[in-house]
């Protein structure tokens, strides 16, 4: 069974340029969320979708960060315009849905802004 | 809001040893714990799921045990090899919003 994937694994932008973030989850999971993790924290969840629906996006910035799940399988996170403090981890993860399910990870894509 | 803490930050052991990590809670209202392997640079790889009607999980040489009433939860590693060196993440998922809320982990180091 293919596993959750994440593009571009690494990425490096100057402060106030946008970026995207593809992430492709496990088929068949209906739960799709994406994390935030800065360097020696714990990933800090951004946004939830069931389905194509949004579950909890209350610690999304929605001033510059905005995520969308088309047809309730892909997902893009983006950032515009990105900040200094925007650098960190971006995590994908899905689960076949919410309650007691177990969330399997991407290799996740590491953001630098210079 | 959950609050979760895992400690120590970081522990060092010889190879051989057994160890035991801890992650601790402050709502016991949860639908489920779970372990979580991070290598450097990498995603992060589960380890067992505890349900929060369960007590401990198995897998291998892995072994977590789960007391909700008290918020806590441990993860026992028997025989500890190099290869476990990684850092040790816990999570808890609320059954008040369906959120999951991530210690800050455990870095374990083995040293052969």
């Known amino acids: 069974e293919a596993g959750v994937a994440q593009s571009p694994r690494y990425k490096i932008i100057e402060k106030r340029q946008s970026v995207a973030f593809w992430c492709n989850p496990i088929?068949?999971?209906?739960?799709l969320y994406w994390y935030q993790q800065i360097l020696g924290q714990g990933p800090k969840l951004l946004i939830q979708f069931q389905n194509n629906g949004v579950v909890d996006d209350s610690q999304l910035p929605k001033d510059r960060f905005s995520a969308e799940r088309l047809k309730g399988v892909d997902s893009t996170l983006k950032i515009q315009p990105a900040k200094l403090e925007d650098s960190a981890v971006y995590l994908c993860?899905?689960?076949?849905?919410?309650?007691?399910?177990?969330?399997?990870f991407g290799p996740g894509t590491r953001l630098t802004v210079l | 809001k959950q609050e979760v803490t895992q400690i120590p930050a970081a522990l060092s052991v010889p190879e051989g040893e057994n160890l035991v990590l801890n992650c601790s809670f402050t709502?016991?209202?949860?639908?489920?714990l779970q372990w979580f392997r991070q290598d450097p640079g990498k995603g992060l790889t589960s380890l067992l799921l505890i349900q929060s009607s369960q007590r401990e999980q198995t897998s291998g040489r892995l072994n977590a045990s789960l007391d909700k009433s008290s918020g806590r939860s441990t993860l026992y590693i028997a025989a500890s090899q190099p290869g476990d060196s990684a850092t040790y993440l816990c999570a808890v998922r609320s059954n008040t919003g369906n959120q999951f809320y991530f210690g800050t982990g455990t870095s374990l180091t083995v040293i052969p």
């Open positions: 709502d016991s209202a949860i639908y489920n």
């Open positions: 088929s068949g999971h209906a739960t």
């Open positions: 993860a899905s689960s076949l849905g919410t309650g007691g399910y177990e969330q399997f």
